[in-house]
């Protein structure tokens, strides 16, 4: 084994580089090992980021990263009814996710962080139930004090410390694919498009950039995504017209966990964060902005216990209480959410599309504030009759619909 460092991170992904920074800049010995030779590719992500969250997290983006500043959404049912949410400041940037996550790791190298790139992580090295390094592909070791598992969305290392991992039939599979055009569609607005036969058990997306390309992709819980994806493009009353003139440049496949946080996240000598917890929105499998927060906590809880010299798991579970104190209630109100809406037939959808653009909600939802915070945000717009109506009619096809299941 080589000489011991501070801290290992395990995925120079933005969660992986986020915790890194924050735990480099306060002074700990920092060592990120990502499989690639190189952090932000191959890219997966439609990169759609509240601005405001982005704030409070103290990133500022840099331009280039920004491919698009987004207005709002239109959110088109099942049927084709549209219901158009359009606030009157920028709400979200779409980023590059390539630079975004360039961005961060070169933050993380600039407060001290080490990157080994070609790097991949083979196994955990335990000793008596603690963690104490990593094992790389081939011969090497690295030992630790502490390990930040920011793999992904995956529990390999996660299971080898005994943790309890994600669901198989809980991972969403999302497809995305850049094309070089559309038509008619508002260069600040995204569309979201629902419906079993488009995206079961998730939502379609096409979101454009202001160089006149667009991202185009959904998820799914069933099926093949490559053929939802075709059909989408070609055969959506709705969305086919816009993309009828369309060519991908790029595609790609990827996992989503759904299923919420996972419920330990701690263990001796080891913390797991972003994907690689489940710390992910289930309404919108968004996970950047809860990753972030989460690894922007781990990676103070780390540096925390590197100063005291303190790496049990009983003080490592400061993160567990203190993510949970910030994110917990969002993510299980958000799995509730996405529980409701799975049960929700495509013809409630449409009634509830159409309900939202009848009763002018887009006023109301203006005042939610920040979007990543969806429970909060729900319970602050509920007393607008007009929301108060679409969250009790919502509510009411829910209950219906699940008693008749
Ligand atoms: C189609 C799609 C669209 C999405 N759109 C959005 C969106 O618009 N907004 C949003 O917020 N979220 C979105 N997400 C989710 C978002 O991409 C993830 O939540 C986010 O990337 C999680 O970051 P992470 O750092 O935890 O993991 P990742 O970004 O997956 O990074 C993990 C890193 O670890 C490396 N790695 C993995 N295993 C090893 C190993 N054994 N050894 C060394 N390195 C390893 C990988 O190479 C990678 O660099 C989308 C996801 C998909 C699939």
């Known amino acids: 084994m080589n000489k011991k460092t501070d801290i290992i991170v395990v995925g120079g992904g933005p969660c992986g580089s986020y915790a890194a920074y924050t735990a480099a800049k306060h002074g700990a010995e920092v060592t990120v090992c990502e499989e690639h030779e190189d952090v932000g590719g191959p890219r997966h992500c439609a990169g759609h980021l509240n601005i405001s969250s982005l704030k409070r997290l103290g990133i500022r983006v840099p331009q280039d990263v920004i491919e698009n500043i987004i207005k709002g959404a239109v959110f088109i049912s099942p049927s084709g009814k549209q219901f158009v949410l359009r606030c009157s400041n920028p709400v979200t940037y779409v980023v590059n996710r390539e630079l975004f996550d360039k961005h961060l790791a070169e933050l993380a190298m600039q407060s001290g962080a080490d990157y080994r790139f070609k790097s991949r992580v083979k196994s955990l090295v335990l000793d008596t139930g603690s963690v104490k390094g990593v094992a790389l592909q081939g011969e090497e070791k690295l030992k630790a004090n502490i390990v930040i598992d920011a793999e992904g969305c995956s529990s390999k290392l996660l299971k080898q410390t005994g943790l309890k991992g994600l669901k198989s039939g809980m991972v969403a599979r999302g497809i995305q694919t850049e094309v070089d055009g559309f038509e008619d569609i508002e260069e600040d607005m995204v569309e979201v498009y629902f419906g079993r036969n488009v995206a079961p058990g998730f939502f379609a997306w096409i979101i454009p950039r202001k160089d006149g390309t667009a991202k185009v992709g959904l998820a799914t819980r069933t099926g093949n995504p490559q053929d939802y994806l075709r059909r989408f493009m070609e055969k959506h009353p709705v969305a086919s017209k816009k993309l009828k003139k369309s060519s991908p440049t790029y595609t790609s496949i990827h996992p989503i966990p759904m299923e919420g946080p996972l419920p330990r996240t701690v263990s001796s000598g080891f913390l797991a964060v972003g994907d690689a917890a489940s710390q992910v929105k289930p309404t919108t499998g968004g996970g950047v902005i809860f990753g972030l927060t989460c690894a922007q906590i781990a990676g103070e809880v780390a540096w925390e216990a590197v100063n005291v010299q303190d790496f049990s798991e009983t003080f490592l579970s400061s993160y567990q209480r203190r993510w949970k104190r910030v994110a917990g209630f969002e993510l299980n109100t958000m799995l509730r959410m996405r529980k409701m809406l799975d049960s929700l037939s495509d013809r409630r959808l449409d009634n509830i599309i159409g309900l939202c653009s009848k009763l002018n ?22 007393k607008y009759p007009g929301t108060a109506a679409v969250i009790s009619y919502f509510i009411f096809s829910w209950l219906t619909s699940t008693t008749r299941q």
Not at 373 to 380: E, K, M, T, V
């Open 361 to 382: 909600v887009d006023n109301v939802l203006e005042k939610a504030g920040d979007l990543d915070f969806q429970g909060r945000s729900l319970i602050s717009v509920a």
